[in-house]
């Protein structure tokens, strides 16, 4: 027991260390091609990823080395909250994210470009309104109320941005867009995101699911920073034409 506990404490600390080096390469990237202004929300999310590396791999050692008989029950209570903050900015950034990736993809349909923003928007809002009356109602209080109301807030926005993922892989050639340039490695890490969120579903009931349940979701963010890598160091994408019949959905719709 002992053994196979270390042996997830490394792995689980490997991931996360690579997930720093990775977000750090992706952020590199964005530099050197000046895009920072153009991918905000991407930034944001990547300088997010960063921190959880940092804190296992260098802040938490240190900060127990240094204090050694400060009580541990008030470094869990700064990490549980630090956690979840960090859990609820990335999930509302990475839905704006995915958002954004879909906008882009319909730069040759103003129309449709518009009505999915406004969509997106409303989404968002009465998921995070529904999700937090829904925890409320539940009548739970401080840290459980938290909890729960961030985790139907991801659970909820991801299942709406596996729809605009699957739209935007559907649609993509008709659309304009090759299904190697970078909207396509892009669209690819927002789906490999969508995956690690709903990992614990899947290991909910194992006898191990709490460790494959980190594993897996660490596992899926670095190879989503992977795909982001590869999307970043690929010109950027530009429709080449519509490519869609007078009567499927998006042409029908503008």
């Known amino acids: 027991m002992g053994v196979a506990s270390s042996n997830f404490s490394v792995t689980s600390n490997a991931l996360l260390i690579a997930q720093g080096l990775l977000g750090l390469m992706a952020i590199l990237l964005l530099v050197k091609k000046h895009a920072i202004g153009r991918y905000k929300s991407l930034t944001a999310i990547l300088i997010l990823l960063l921190i959880p590396g940092a804190v296992c791999g260098v802040v938490m050692p240190a900060v127990t080395h240094l204090y050694p008989s400060y009580p541990r029950s008030v470094f869990y209570a700064y990490y549980f909250y630090s956690y979840w903050s960090l859990t609820a900015a990335q999930t509302i950034l990475m839905f704006i994210f995915c958002c954004g990736i879909m906008v882009r993809s319909l730069l040759l349909l103003p129309g449709l470009q518009r009505d999915s923003i406004r969509a997106c928007i409303w989404a968002g809002s009465l998921i995070c309104v529904y999700s937090a009356a829904t925890a409320a109602y539940a009548h739970l209080v401080s840290a459980r109320l938290l909890v729960a109301t961030i985790s139907l807030i991801q659970m909820q926005l991801a299942a709406v941005s596996l729809c605009v993922i699957l739209f935007v892989f559907v649609y993509m050639r008709r659309l304009g867009f090759e299904r190697h340039s970078s909207l396509a490695w ?67 719709w503008e």
């Open 186 to 252: 892009f669209n690819l890490g927002l789906l490999f995101s969508v995956l690690g969120i709903y990992a614990p579903l899947i290991w909910s009931h194992s006898p191990n699911g709490y460790v494959w349940c980190v594993i897996v979701q660490n596992l899926a963010i670095c190879i989503q920073l992977g795909c982001w890598i590869v999307a970043l160091a690929l010109p950027e994408a530009v429709p080449q034409g519509l490519r869609l019949s007078s009567d499927s959905f998006p042409l029908v």
